[in-house]
């Protein structure tokens, strides 16, 4: 058996030389045996040797200036040639197998699940500030302790719960429902006043007394609908409710420029790279600003991820810059007043509570570097406000 494995670690070397003999005898007096000898041509020689004297024969060799090839290795020879001898490679072995046993112990990504209300960006750095950071620990960021201050930074929360896939935490949460409006206090008394001057169209009372009638002409501040009623005896006071819709006229002026500037064909088109390290972002040029009105930016960004759809944070940032020639043109009349009219009667409906423009009358003149809409709108719309009645008893007696 040793003399087989014996065999079996000799590798054939070819050695080139002008004076072989002189070479062999000096592995002699090294102690290195020379096995299997055999000559190929006048200056040409082959020999089998022990694995373990290769880089003595070799160092010896050299030095008389004969010129040494490898024939024949053995398995473990060329483990020890491609690895043992690469200081640099087996320092990257190294480094993977260290880092193989530390990364999957890390966060490399984090997730949201669950939000709707608020912000992803919001909770993600809320959790950034508790510690759930990259490269953190996953038993760390599993912990009782990060659910809590999570809540803590968030009252909208009403649940928090830290779970990790492999190099992922995911973090699932559930939001505070939005409690209903609490039913107003029967007890208090409150009135319905008119906020706007209007001509009254129709009035519906589910409580108080009636102080208005259709056809009726109202100021604002007037009492439409009163939480006190005579009953005889005595006077309730109750919270009065009810709707009241009425005639207005309202008057709006809104301008827009007479001129405007488009985009004519692109001339020039520039890509800029950037890498963005979770929230950090390193620019691979000078720049970052945009100083010219004519430029536009598409920015796109492409996520790094691994075999298996696993997210690295690691992702590379394309900035696209275009910068065309624009030219001023004038804006015509009609479309200007159009965009003026439209603008004019969605503002109106915002500042209703309820109610339609029943009539309108415009008119568009042409001033300096603008188009200006005057315009007296007839609105059908609610003119009735709720007001508290300070002080004022829940019954009282006549």
Request: charged share 25%.
């Amino acid at each position: 058996m040793k003399r087989r494995n014996a065999f079996r670690d000799r590798i054939r070397v070819q050695v080139v030389s002008a004076d072989i003999w002189s070479s062999i005898g000096l592995l002699n007096e090294k102690s290195i045996p020379v096995f299997g000898f055999q000559q190929e041509d006048d200056l040409t020689y082959s020999f089998q040797i022990g694995r373990k004297h290769f880089p003595a024969l070799q160092k010896l060799l050299e030095k008389r200036g004969d010129r040494i090839s490898l024939l024949q290795n053995t398995f473990l020879h060329s483990i020890q040639q491609s690895v043992l001898y690469r200081p640099l490679f087996c320092t990257g072995l190294l480094l993977y197998f260290l880092i193989s046993l530390w990364l999957p112990t890390r966060i490399l990504c984090v997730e949201v699940q669950g939000n709707q209300l608020i912000p992803t960006r919001k909770i993600l750095e809320e959790a950034n500030q508790a510690g759930i950071t990259l490269f953190s620990s996953c038993a760390k960021v599993r912990s009782e302790k990060m659910k809590n201050t999570l809540l803590s930074a968030i009252p909208q929360l009403q649940w928090a719960g830290i779970n990790t896939y492999g190099c992922k935490a995911v973090i699932s949460v559930r939001e505070r429902t939005i409690a209903e409006k609490e039913a107003p206090d029967q007890k208090e008394v409150s009135s319905i006043i008119a906020v706007r001057d209007g001509i009254v169209q129709s009035v519906t009372a589910s409580r108080g007394d009636i102080q208005c009638q259709q056809g009726q002409a109202v100021k604002q501040g007037q009492v439409l609908i009163s939480g006190f009623t005579d009953c005889g005896l005595s006077i309730r006071a109750e919270r009065a409710q009810g709707e009241i819709y009425a005639q207005t006229l309202r008057s709006l002026d809104t301008l827009t420029p007479s001129t405007c500037r488009v985009r004519t064909d692109k001339q020039r088109t520039e890509r800029r790279y950037s890498i963005v390290l979770g929230k950090k972002r390193i620019n691979l040029w000078k720049d970052s600003g945009i100083w010219d009105s004519s430029c536009g930016r598409i920015s796109r960004e492409y996520r790094l991820t691994l075999p298996g759809g696993f997210s690295l944070p690691v992702s590379i940032a394309c900035d696209t810059l275009l910068w065309d020639s624009t030219e001023e043109l004038a804006v015509e009349k009609n479309a200007a007043e159009g965009q003026l009219s439209d603008f004019s009667r969605k503002y109106l409906s915002s500042q209703m509570i309820a109610g339609t423009i029943s009539s309108a009358e415009e008119v568009v003149k042409l001033q300096t570097g603008c188009y200006r809409l005057s315009g007296r709108y007839v609105c059908s719309e609610m003119i009735g406000r709720e007001r508290l009645e300070n002080g004022a008893p829940y019954e009282q007696s006549g």
